[in-house]
């Protein structure tokens, strides 16, 4: 597994909500649904290989 770093996330109030409103849907943990929206935006963006070595999402 890749090393995972730890940063401090400045995020408005109405977007962390609607964040853990999807993370709940998705029986997800807050931390994993942002990792998961990031890659996704990241693959879209052709900034990340198809695959990263983790799971499928």
Same mark, same amino acid.
């Given at each position: 597994?890749?090393? +995972?770093?730890?940063?401090?996330? +400045?995020?408005? &109030?109405?977007?962390?909500?609607?964040?853990?409103?999807?993370?709940?849907?998705? *029986? +997800?943990?807050?931390?994993?649904?942002? &990792?998961?929206?990031?890659?996704?935006?990241? +693959?879209?963006? #052709?900034? *990340?290989?198809?695959?990263? #070595?983790?799971?499928?999402?």
């Amino acid at each position: 597994m890749a090393a +995972r770093k730890a940063f401090a996330l +400045r995020i408005d &109030e109405k977007t962390l909500t609607a964040m853990h409103r999807w993370a709940n849907d998705d *029986l +997800r943990s807050l931390n994993a649904q942002i &990792e998961f929206v990031l890659r996704q935006a990241l +693959r879209k963006a #052709g900034r *990340l290989p198809k695959t990263d #070595g983790r799971h499928s999402d």
